[in-house]
């Protein structure tokens, strides 16, 4: 892989101490960054892939070409290769939009995300969309835990089939990561989703986040959100999910199909920053996020982000 591009990277290099001393220049490779003192951790996430199995075809569209599991598995791979830790992550909508869904009701889509190594994804509304009996036999051909924390199911078919959290340990790091849903009410076919309680998203996250923090004593915490990014108005989407919550230090978005060009970072209730980063749709990027902690301190950097635009025999970074 080429040099990494960094973004934040006179901010980074500003740092006093032990941070000031890990020069990216020169397009040093993360993993050259971690030593006994620093541990280097590398995120990817997509989101709202919607059954995009194949790339998109080549019928002149705009996104013509683009996309493909093939290709994102290879990527993936690569990058696993190249970096010690790394966390893959969806958030949600990962059904719903061809034929591959029609015919096999999210089989497919499941299966191919286990054999890529996803290691948690979050329920979008269009997971709905052949009701709970179609989501419950959907889900055992996922081989990652679905988070979710503000869909209450204790009445329904789906009780004790997702989790609200999980821990992830990356050499010695504890990534404590939850589930967030949208509204399904003017969302979803009510039919669709009888007796599912949806629980408020900002108390869901500040009682989960604290717990992850404080109890759980992990060193990040993420946040899978199908909220959405950004809207005029009061509804909660992201932003107003990091302005009104503590103890979260990513959010990792979906729903509203955004291309971010970069991430986001909002200060919290407790004047803290919390980033959020969102890649499009349809499995056409790739997100990836750089982080090194340094284990004495505590202190966390993100030093690298940016997204892969999966095309034809090549992934390009967008940096």
Known sequence: MEGLPTINRRHFLKQAGTFGTL???????LAA????DHIALTI???NDVHSRIDPFPMDGSRNQGLGGVARRATLVERIRSEQRNVLLLDAGDTVQGTPYFNLFGG???????SKMGYEASTIGNHEFDNGLEGLAKMLPYAKFPFLTAN????????KGKTREY?????QGLRIGVFGLGIELDGMVDPTLCRDVRYLDPIATANTLAERLKQDYRCSFVICLSHLGYKYQGNKVS???LAKNTRNIDLIIGGHTHTFMPAPESIRNLNGELTTINQV???????GRLDYVFEQQSGRKELVTASSYEITDGVSVWNG
Not at 23 to 29: C, D, E, K, Q
Not at 33 to 36: D, K, R, S, V
Not at 166 to 170: A, L, N, V, Y
Not at 280 to 286: P, R, T, V
């Open 151 to 158: 869909y209450d199911f204790s009445d329904t078919m789906l």
């Open 44 to 46: 990817l996430h997509t």
């Open 107 to 113: 089989k497919v889509e499941l299966e191919l995300m």
């Open 33 to 36: 960054l971690a030593n006994e």
């Open 280 to 286: 499009g749709f349809g499995g056409i990027n790739l």
């Open 238 to 240: 992201d932003v107003v």
């Open 23 to 29: 020069s990216l220049l020169g397009g040093i490779p």
């Open 166 to 170: 999980s821990i992830f340990k990356k």
